[in-house]
């Protein structure tokens, strides 16, 4: 079965002070690694996909990697309205489903 | 387009009663997912179609849940009787295949269920 653990549960910055969260995954045959952004009283919304090792994407402060065990996210400089629910999942080679980890909980203090 | 669309956005219900939420994928899609939500146990799969048929369904908690996909544009998802137990965020999520690029899952708002 696929597992997905993240840490740390909880997250506070002061804006500007950069940061790491991290994905740490269990999965026969990876066949996508995502992050998802949450806000309060919302669905989870899209960040990225990454499908292999040594693999990087970016958009605006935020960056993701990804190695054969874990996956980070990076938060660059961040600002107040970074502030949400970041949630990793993965999709392994036997079924289609995405599983999910429990998430880490950004707070960005102005 | 409009993205996953789910209905109700909030449901409050008494034990006991059934309950029905509705949810439509975006055009094209050719998987839907049921998920739910909670502080304890975060998202958990409910159920999947692929092509309107399920595809795995052992998420679901009990025969009190079902699941329908009768078409490429709608799915719901039943509880009844529901119980307080069942009071969640459930979500709905589609996603276009899930082989090679472009896999991501696009998630609805969400129905918030209260059962007293």
């Known amino acids: 079965e696929d597992q997905v653990t993240q840490s740390p549960e909880a997250l506070r910055l002061q804006e500007g002070e950069s940061s790491s969260l991290n994905c740490s995954y269990t999965v026969s045959g990876l066949r996508g690694l995502f992050w998802y952004r949450q806000d309060p009283g919302k669905g989870p919304e899209f960040l990225f996909t990454?499908?292999?090792a040594g693999e990087e994407k970016e958009k605006e402060r935020l960056k993701a990697t990804l190695t054969k065990k874990e996956s980070f996210l990076h938060i660059t400089a961040p600002k107040p309205e970074d502030s949400a629910t970041y949630l990793c999942a993965v999709r392994g080679s036997n079924d289609y489903k995405l599983s999910f980890g429990a998430g880490t909980t950004v707070t960005v203090r102005a | 387009d409009a993205g996953v669309i789910q209905s109700p956005r909030h449901e409050v219900t008494e034990m006991g009663q059934e309950v029905t939420l509705r949810c439509k994928p975006i055009s094209g899609h050719d998987y839907l997912f049921w998920y739910r939500q909670t502080m304890m146990r975060g998202l958990e799969l409910l159920i999947y179609?692929?092509?309107?048929?399920?595809?795995?369904d052992s998420g679901m908690p009990e025969d009190r849940f079902s699941a329908k996909m009768p078409n490429a544009s709608f799915s719901t998802l039943k509880i009844q009787p529901s119980e307080p137990r069942d009071s969640a965020v459930y979500f709905c999520?589609?996603?276009?295949?899930?082989?090679?690029?472009?896999?991501?899952?696009?998630f609805g708002q969400g129905t918030r269920l209260t059962v007293v």
């Open positions: 179609f692929n092509n309107n048929v399920p595809i795995d």
């Open positions: 990454l499908y292999s």
């Open positions: 999520a589609s996603s276009p295949n899930t082989w090679g690029m472009n896999t991501e899952a696009f």
